[in-house]
């Protein structure tokens, strides 16, 4: 069965740190792999990943893929209070038509 | 903005009450999902439409779960006979197709009391 598991399940930073969060999956026949971040409500798209090694970036957010080892980090250099959030990783297959989520890690950034 | 919306934001009901939520989509998107998401959990998905056709439901979805798509465009999901552990955010997402991402609505909270 199709699994995606996210670590740490919460981080508590300091503005200005820099955090990494993340994703390992298993899925047949993998498509992509997703980041989204969710505040209080509707999670919203960062970043689409199906290639391995080929960063994603926007921003001082950035993201990486290995499809070898499955699994993807999402990178926040000089983080704001603003970057609280959850972020939640999700992968898709080509056998399936739904998207299966993590638990989310929630990060807090402190003043 | 014309982003996902649905409708109501809050609902409080009491066990055993049938209850309808209303999710309307981006206009172009095709695809129309319905996942359901509890505190400390990612979103879990419950069903999803491809134009009017519900091609696929989780096992999650009782029987008491019915999604409907009329025509195409807006998108209800009825809970008939609710159950305290059917209180969670629902969520509803569109989406161009297989392989472009999900636009999620601010959801609709369920309480069962």
């Known amino acids: 069965e199709d699994k995606v598991v996210q670590s740490p399940l919460s981080l508590v930073v300091h503005e200005g740190d820099t955090v990494t969060l993340n994703c390992s999956y298993e899925?047949?026949?993998?498509?992509?792999l997703l980041w989204y971040k969710q505040e209080k409500k509707a999670p919203t798209f960062l970043f689409m990943l199906t290639s391995s090694g080929i960063e994603k970036k926007s921003g001082r957010l950035s993201s990486i893929l290995d499809k070898k080892e499955l699994f993807s980090i999402l990178n926040i250099t000089a983080t704001q209070t603003g970057d609280s959030a959850i972020y939640l990783c999700?992968?898709?297959?080509?056998?399936?038509?739904?998207?299966?989520f993590g638990a989310g890690t929630r990060l807090t950034v402190k003043p | 903005d014309t982003g996902v919306s649905q409708d109501p934001r809050h609902k409080i009901t009491k066990r055993g009450q049938n209850v309808t939520f209303r999710c309307d989509p981006i206009s172009e998107h095709n695809r129309l999902y319905w996942y359901r998401q509890t505190l400390g959990q990612g979103p879990e998905f419950l069903t999803y439409?491809?134009?009017?056709?519900?091609?696929?439901k989780s096992r999650l979805l009782s029987d008491r779960f019915s999604a409907e798509r009329p025509k195409g465009s807006f998108s209800t999901l009825e809970i008939q006979r609710t159950e305290q552990g059917d209180s969670a955010m629902y969520l509803c997402?569109?989406?161009?197709?297989?392989?472009?991402?999900?636009?999620f609505g601010n959801g609709t909270r369920l309480t069962v009391t």
């Open positions: 997402a569109s989406s161009l197709g297989q392989g472009s991402p999900l636009h």
């Open positions: 899925v047949t026949n993998f498509r992509s």
């Open positions: 439409f491809q134009n009017e056709a519900q091609l696929e």
């Open positions: 999700a992968v898709e297959g080509y056998n399936n038509n739904d998207m299966r």
